[in-house]
């Protein structure tokens, strides 16, 4: 257990529609990192967020936008959701964002099924 | 931009075989370098990391030395089982706190 949780496990939604997804970081770690995860695209990098400030952005659309809470807690909102939008989203957290080598720790993932 | 690229898979080796998996990496700076390990239905886990030139990461049997001469951090196992059966990810960080993952290989190991 990596101790970050990810809800909801599934999500199935028609195209067009909004969804989020939720994010609770291992205690006591500041930085939240999202990632996509499909077949044809590989893991990709979306965004990071450190102490509920955006750190780094990367290949995220503009119909997703995300957000970390003063608890820490993150949430990745995907709108006008698109049948290629369909993956497994993943969160991630680290320790500090000051050493960049520390390991990021991953939730199990959100499948998101897009009909 | 910095990135990782990784042998494709799927690689399938017979239990107590020899593994290695290539990867090789672009980037500006010293980046640290990782592994990491997805089983069926589960999330990324670390597998091993090394933060500099010549330090050689190991946990669970694998071994991955940092070449930066040949900017290199293959994977190698020498003896593998069945559970080892997962996709293997290489990645880098850079400065910028970014992890970036190669493509990730599969790994089947038969009994």
């Known amino acids: 257990d990596s101790g970050v949780t990810q809800t909801p496990k599934h999500l199935i939604t028609a195209t067009g529609q909004r969804v989020t997804l939720r994010c609770s970081p291992r205690?006591?770690?500041?930085?939240v990192y999202w990632y996509q995860q499909s077949l044809d695209q590989g893991l990709q990098f979306l965004i990071q967020y450190y102490n509920g400030e955006e750190r780094a952005k990367g290949n995220i659309l503009e119909r997703f936008s995300a957000q970390q809470f003063p608890d820490l807690h993150s949430e990745l909102n995907l709108s006008s959701l698109e049948l290629g939008d369909s993956a497994l989203y993943f969160c991630?957290?680290?320790?500090?964002?000051?050493?960049?080598?520390?390991?990021?720790?991953f939730g199990n993932g959100t499948r998101l099924t897009v009909t | 931009g910095n990135s990782v690229t990784q042998m494709e898979g799927p690689v399938t080796l017979s239990e107590e075989a020899f593994l290695t998996i290539n990867c090789t990496y672009t980037a500006t700076g010293y980046p640290s370098l990782f592994w990491y390990v997805q089983y069926p239905g589960e999330g990324l886990q670390l597998l091993l990391k090394?933060?500099?030139?010549?330090d050689k990461g190991s946990n669970k049997g694998f071994e991955a030395t940092y070449r930066k001469e040949t900017t290199s951090f293959h994977l190698e196992k020498g003896s593998v089982q069945v559970s080892d059966s997962a996709v293997y990810f290489c990645a880098l960080m850079d400065s910028s706190y970014k992890l970036i993952f190669g493509s990730g290989t599969r790994l089947l190991v038969r009994p």
């Open positions: 205690s006591g770690d500041l930085s």
């Open positions: 090394a933060t500099k030139a010549d």
């Open positions: 991630a957290s680290s320790a500090q964002q000051g050493q960049y080598n520390s390991p990021l720790h």
